[in-house]
């Protein structure tokens, strides 16, 4: 029986034996049929892992691999060398080399009495850096809730003085009521969650990636990601979660962002809605905050408009576009009935931190075909919405940058059923 490293990558397992392909369609990986998925997604999953996300059972896989000749085994890996000088790292890779959860916790508690938030993100960072997969830095993210043990909510908050109606305030009172649902023993709502997530991850973690804080957006996503697929199952993980928002996230976000940046955010908020509470309070100082533009006029080849004619026209258009610049970076974007959320904070930074970690391999590929000509247009559906990325160029034939064309057909199609 041909033995084969179950930690590789998926695509780099099907070029080294073909034949792995067929075999995993037949166990209903069907993705891997998509050319674009298999060199992107493929990339970075591993075969474990993409069988957990679909929920097919490990066995089924093993079983199915040993019917053609095939022993999944799980052969030495690269040893990542350690700052010996640095004990916050060496603690954080004793859980890699596979030393107790809760033995890790315990000396964490006797050795660090204060730690900052800026010392776990380094640590954190520099795991990546050298080379640590980011599903391992997402197993080891849950020790990061032991570093702060001791600090009450209470504390935590005065310390901060942020005001009632910030969205650290709003967020860490959805986790509030979050704690009374595990408390009490209750089935936490998957759209609930999801919202309160979904603010995280698109207002604060991808924010901290454009600031040059890429760490926390690509363990703290995956973890989100694992979560709300088997919340049943889950829920010691979501209240470590809690924890790690309310005392290791939201203090770094703090740190980091300027008050224009939590200005915005404040009003990107009602995109996704609240989680588990009806009701929030305002923030005045907030709610008049204006974004600086161009109040002048337009100059086109066929004519002038104002800036708010321009978007009275963008806003009346049964799409909603967004332009993307030859660097990759966001730079406007029209909003009608808001098909997907878009977050002002988005603006100005690149596309790749708007996506989850999965994603982003997908996005920057169709991107580089667009540059390269290899293509001009990639249409997706999702639902009844269709989504069309077109690529932009100059009149000498250079790459300007990408459309996207959003859709909903929803009324259409029902009013011709």
Same mark, same amino acid.
């Given at each position: 029986?041909?033995?084969?490293?179950?930690?590789?990558?998926?695509?780099?397992?099907?070029?080294?034996?073909? =034949?792995?392909?067929?075999?995993? @369609?037949?166990? &209903?990986?069907?993705?891997?049929?998509?050319?674009? #998925?298999?060199?992107?997604? &493929?990339?970075?999953? %591993?075969?474990?892992?993409?069988?957990?996300?679909?929920?097919?059972?490990?066995?089924?896989?093993?079983?199915?691999?040993?019917?053609?000749?095939?022993?999944?085994?799980?052969?030495? %890996?690269?040893?990542?060398?350690?700052?010996?000088?640095?004990? $916050?790292?060496?603690? @954080?890779?004793?859980?890699?080399?596979?030393?107790?959860?809760?033995?890790?916790?315990?000396?964490?508690?006797?050795?660090?009495?204060?730690?900052?938030?800026?010392? /776990?993100?380094?640590?954190?960072?520099?795991?990546?850096?050298?080379?640590?997969?980011?599903?391992?830095?997402?197993?080891?993210?849950?020790?990061?809730?032991?570093?702060?043990?001791?600090?009450?909510?209470?504390?935590?908050?005065?310390?901060?003085?942020?005001? #009632?109606?910030?969205?650290?305030?709003?967020?860490?009172? =959805?986790?509030?009521?979050?704690?009374?649902?595990?408390? !009490?023993?209750?089935?936490?709502?998957?759209?609930?969650?999801?919202?309160?997530?979904?603010?995280?991850?698109? $207002?604060?973690?991808?924010?901290?990636?454009?600031?040059?804080?890429?760490?926390?957006?690509?363990?703290?996503? &995956?973890?989100?990601?694992? @979560?709300?697929?088997?919340?049943?199952?889950?829920?010691?993980? /979501? =209240?470590?979660?809690?924890?790690?928002?309310?005392?290791?996230?939201?203090?770094?976000?703090?740190?980091?962002?300027?008050?224009?940046?939590?200005?915005?955010?404040?009003?990107?908020?009602? /995109? *996704?809605?609240?989680?588990?509470?009806?009701?929030?309070?305002?923030?005045?100082?907030?709610? %008049?905050?204006?974004?600086?533009?161009?109040?002048?006029?337009?100059?086109?080849?066929?004519?002038?408009?104002?800036?708010?004619?321009?978007? #009275?026209?963008?806003?009346? $258009?049964?799409?909603?576009?967004?332009?993307?610049?030859?660097?990759? @970076?966001?730079?406007?974007?029209?909003? +009608?009935?808001?098909?997907?959320?878009?977050?002002? +904070?988005?603006?100005?930074?690149?596309?790749?931190?708007?996506?989850?970690?999965?994603?982003?391999?997908?996005?920057?590929?169709?991107?580089?075909?667009?540059?390269?000509?290899?293509?001009?247009?990639?249409?997706?559906?999702?639902?009844?919405?269709?989504?069309? *990325?077109?690529?932009?160029?100059? !009149?000498?034939?250079? *790459?300007?940058?990408?459309?996207?064309?959003?859709?909903?057909?929803?009324?259409? $199609?029902?009013?011709?059923?």
């Amino acid at each position: 029986m041909k033995q084969i490293d179950k930690n590789k990558k998926v695509a780099e397992l099907i070029s080294e034996n073909p =034949e792995i392909k067929d075999i995993m @369609i037949s166990l &209903g990986f069907k993705d891997i049929t998509n050319p674009m #998925a298999l060199q992107t997604v &493929g990339k970075i999953m %591993t075969l474990e892992k993409g069988a957990q996300i679909k929920g097919i059972p490990w066995e089924k896989v093993q079983a199915a691999f040993a019917e053609h000749g095939f022993e999944l085994a799980s052969k030495e %890996t690269k040893t990542i060398s350690i700052d010996p000088s640095n004990d $916050l790292e060496s603690y @954080i890779l004793r859980l890699q080399q596979g030393e107790d959860l809760e033995s890790v916790r315990a000396d964490f508690v006797k050795a660090y009495e204060n730690v900052s938030v800026q010392e /776990i993100a380094n640590a954190e960072q520099e795991l990546i850096n050298k080379g640590m997969p980011v599903p391992e830095v997402q197993r080891l993210c849950d020790v990061h809730s032991a570093l702060f043990h001791g600090k009450t909510e209470a504390e935590v908050l005065a310390d901060e003085q942020i005001p #009632a109606g910030h969205p650290v305030s709003i967020m860490k009172l =959805e986790n509030q009521i979050l704690k009374q649902y595990l408390d !009490q023993n209750r089935e936490i709502p998957y759209v609930e969650l999801k919202k309160h997530y979904k603010k995280k991850e698109e $207002l604060i973690l991808a924010q901290l990636d454009a600031l040059g804080y890429p760490g926390p957006n690509q363990v703290m996503w &995956g973890v989100d990601d694992e @979560i709300l697929h088997d919340i049943p199952n889950n829920r010691s993980r /979501i =209240e470590e979660m809690i924890f790690k928002e309310n005392q290791i996230l939201f203090p770094l976000a703090l740190e980091k962002f300027s008050k224009e940046m939590w200005y915005q955010i404040y009003q990107d908020m009602p /995109i *996704y809605g609240n989680a588990f509470i009806s009701e929030v309070a305002s923030w005045p100082e907030a709610e %008049t905050y204006r974004r600086p533009g161009n109040d002048g006029f337009l100059h086109f080849e066929n004519g002038d408009l104002t800036v708010a004619q321009f978007e #009275a026209i963008c806003k009346a $258009l049964p799409v909603e576009l967004t332009f993307i610049d030859a660097n990759d @970076i966001n730079r406007f974007f029209s909003i +009608t009935n808001g098909v997907f959320a878009r977050p002002k +904070t988005a603006l100005n930074r690149k596309v790749y931190s708007c996506h989850p970690p999965r994603v982003q391999p997908i996005v920057k590929q169709m991107l580089s075909d667009f540059k390269s000509h290899k293509r001009n247009k990639v249409e997706r559906w999702f639902k009844n919405t269709r989504i069309q *990325y077109v690529a932009i160029y100059d !009149q000498e034939d250079q *790459y300007m940058g990408c459309l996207e064309i959003v859709q909903d057909f929803s009324e259409i $199609l029902k009013n011709h059923q």
